[in-house]
């Protein structure tokens, strides 16, 4: 008899930076936003889906962003970054890992996410496969202080718990 019962669970943190550039769309958590400047970056520079692609391949050991999809590789050029992130599910999923639930922080003085955070939410949910409930987002500001606070720049900070079956026989 097989009684699926024993769960191996993990968590993963990420961040990213990325410098604003004129003449770039500002895409965070696979939203674009309105602003007169985006990220710099080899792919979208979505800072946000980065922070959560880092916290996943954290959790399930599986390496960083840079190394899965290195700046180096003319393949991730201008790349979506929701692609990035489903090709990353994918592979979670083949390794039985199942996502419980993200947090994700993004920091940015400008602009102001407000009106945004739940597209965002939806959009993050979406592509992993998760319910809306199990996503979270949070905007902060830098107060002014740093690249941040100085509008040269945008962060994100993203959490995420994993799990994984182990079906075990009596």
Known sequence: MIEEHDHEYRVGIGTDIHRMVAGRKLMLGGVYVEYPAGLAGHS???????AVI???L??????????????TDSRWKDADSKELLVIVKE???????????????????????????????RCIAGLLGIDFT????????N???????????????????IKRKYKRTL
């Not at 199990?134 to 500001?141: D, G, R, S, V, W």
């Not at 107060?143 to 718990?161: F, K, R, S, Y």
């Open 58 to 71: 954290g959790a399930a050991g599986m390496s960083d962003i840079g190394t899965l999809f290195p700046d």
């Open 134 to 141: 199990a996503m979270n987002i949070k905007a902060k500001t």
């Open 54 to 56: 880092d916290a996943l």
């Open 44 to 50: 979208d520079g979505d800072v946000a889906l980065h």
């Open 91 to 121: 592979q979670l999923e083949e390794k039985r890992w199942v996502i419980v639930n993200v947090d994700l922080i993004i920091h940015a003085e400008q602009p102001r996410l407000e009106l945004v955070k739940g597209q965002i939410k």
């Open 143 to 161: 107060e002014g202080l740093g690249e941040i606070g100085a509008g040269e720049a945008i962060a994100a900070t993203a959490t995420a718990l």
